[in-house]
């Protein structure tokens, strides 16, 4: 799938910083920002070593956000997200120690591996934005974006996450390997070269700022019908178990409405919603067994709809 280059200089300068480390992957930095500015959450699935939590890492140094990373096993119980009260020897109060989602960006490593209990804490974290322990509600720093990661290959000892779970995250990715071309750059490039070392080149306020501006880019009524008659597409398809819900749309709207910021405009066109579609629904598809042996996955599912959807007229 192939998008225009960003034309917002602000976006040029980020991702211009990021690919210092993730080397070869702009369309992934972009898509990842696109989330970051319509103030949803990314799940990376892809094998270990191909820059998922270097990409983390840079987009919070980039933005000088706060970074925390939380690598999910069984035994991580849900106050290592949340925190927890207890009783501080000196005055005898309740005091609370925050936990890992006191941040501006949280990784959560191969997600899958944590307790479903640990996972239910996480959605909470992720829907609510917010986190409230004995009787006391704790707002999280703005912006707030979780980018979780699982190993698509390796099941063994992990725990499926729920459909709701996944409904909860706006995009899944992909990284992929590198060309030969990008891996021979990453193998000629300096060891001192990392995400740590970056520079903030662009703040926090920013993002927030364009955030806001993302809720005013025009998204007129055909674009709007085509995301319904796209949604629609995948409840009544044969083959799918499980269609997008109206949660799916508006993610797909608010998605597009970042997107168009990013490359300069004020308005969503069809082509961003195309584009961005795999990226937002696919994650949200369930299919039968009918539509696996038709389709094999979900992405291609999704791009077989989209070419047989056409946009409204009216």
Request: proline share 5%.
């Amino acid at each position: 799938m192939n998008s225009i280059d960003s034309m917002n200089p602000q976006i040029d300068r980020l991702i211009s910083n990021i690919e210092k480390v993730i080397i070869g992957k702009r369309e992934i930095i972009r898509l990842t920002i696109t989330a970051l500015i319509a103030g949803g959450h990314v799940l990376i699935e892809d094998v270990p070593g191909v820059g998922k939590t270097q990409l983390a890492s840079a987009l919070s140094v980039s933005c000088g956000g706060v970074f925390n990373r939380l690598q999910l096993t069984p035994d991580i119980m849900p106050s290592d997200i949340t925190g927890f009260s207890l009783i501080d020897p000196a005055t005898k109060e309740l005091s609370f120690r925050q936990g890992a989602a006191f941040c501006n960006f949280l990784l959560a490593d191969e997600i899958n591996r944590s307790s479903p209990k640990t996972q239910s804490a996480l959605l909470e974290v992720m829907e609510e934005s917010q986190i409230s322990i004995d009787g006391m509600t704790y707002d999280l720093p703005s912006p707030f974006m979780v980018l979780a990661t699982q190993n698509p290959v390796e099941t063994y000892g992990t725990y499926h996450l729920p459909e709701a779970q996944m409904d909860r995250f706006l995009m899944r990715l992909e990284m992929g390997y590198p060309g030969e071309d990008n891996e021979l750059s990453i193998l000629n490039r300096p060891e001192t070269t990392q995400a740590k070392d970056l520079e903030k080149v662009i703040s926090l306020d920013d993002i927030l700022l364009m955030k806001d501006d993302s809720l005013k880019i025009n998204c007129s009524e055909l674009i709007n019908r085509y995301i319904i008659a796209i949604s629609e597409r995948t409840r009544n398809e044969e083959g799918i178990l499980l269609g997008v819900s109206p949660r799916g749309s508006l993610a797909l709207q608010s998605a597009a409405r970042a997107y168009a910021l990013i490359q300069g405009r004020d308005y969503v066109c069809p082509d961003d919603v195309k584009y961005l579609a795999p990226f937002v629904l696919s994650h949200r598809l369930i299919l039968s067994a009918q539509g696996r042996a038709k389709w094999g996955d979900p992405v291609t599912a999704l791009l077989h709809l989209l070419d047989e959807t056409a946009i409204p007229t009216r």
